[in-house]
Nanobody
Framework: QVQLVESGGGLVQAGGSLRLSCAAS????????MGWFRQAPGKEREFVAV????????YYADSVKGRFTISRDNAKNTVYLQMNSLTPEDMAVYYC?????????????????????WGQGTQVTVAS
């Protein structure tokens, strides 16, 4: 029901900022919590951030708290990830994902299995 395309990745210097976008198609986009994951070469895919379908709550991995901000604009069918104070440890392919459950109320999806739709990913490279 939701198709996702990430954009905004690229090369940045350590300490710099980057804003990722995830464009979604589908008339029910606003009914799904949206998350960001990342995967570095040879590493497991890890959770980064999630925003509820209502936009009223967010949750972040400890490694990015205070530096990253997730937001959404339902009018544009887009979710964003603002990344500040980037370090080489943030270098990875970043994936956008949509919750597999419509209008989830009592729990926040935080693992890959909770998400049913995935984008193709966008590369973020951080130079030191």
């Amino acid at each position: 029901q939701v198709q996702l395309v990430e954009s905004g990745g690229g090369l940045v210097q350590a300490g710099g900022s980057l804003r990722l976008s995830c464009a979604a198609s589908g008339r029910t986009f606003s009914n799904y919590a949206m998350g960001w994951f990342r995967q570095a070469p040879g590493k497991e895919r890890e959770f980064v951030a999630v925003i509820s379908w209502s936009g009223g709550s967010t949750y972040y991995a400890d490694s990015v708290k205070g530096r990253f901000t997730i937001s959404r604009d339902n009018a544009k069918n887009t979710v964003y990830l603002q990344m500040n104070s980037l370090t080489p440890e943030d270098m990875a392919v970043y994936y956008c994902a949509a919750d597999r459950v419509s209008r989830r109320l009592w729990a926040t999806p935080r693992v890959p299995a909770d998400f049913g739709s995935w984008g193709q990913g966008t590369q973020v490279t951080v130079a030191s």
